[in-house]
């Protein structure tokens, strides 16, 4: 069993090497024009205004969570829409099960108005 392992194995440690030699090559290869404007800090073209260590509001951290929440139902509706024809009426029910259970939470989250950025 551990011989199958051996050509995945090989395959990363090439992938490795390549890599390592790659960034290797173009640090000794490429030029090398160090001044300060390149150096600076650069935000969208526009000098940077306060410290990058400032603290986010939670309702920030909120929203993102929310987000991935609601995105990851798209990794089960996907299958379900490939295999729709053959689960028949017991598929349709079951997403229907899943879609009601997203809704009441996002009827929830829309209660405790937890997506307000004020």
Known sequence: MP???IPIVLILLCALAFGMVAVWLSRILGPRRDYPEK????ESGVEPVRTAHERFSVKYYMVAVLFILFDIEVVFIYPWAVRYRALGWYGLIEMVVFIGILLAGYIYILKKEALKWD
Do not use: A, F, G
């Open 3 to 5: 011989e199958e392992y």
């Open 39 to 42: 150096l600076t800090t650069y």
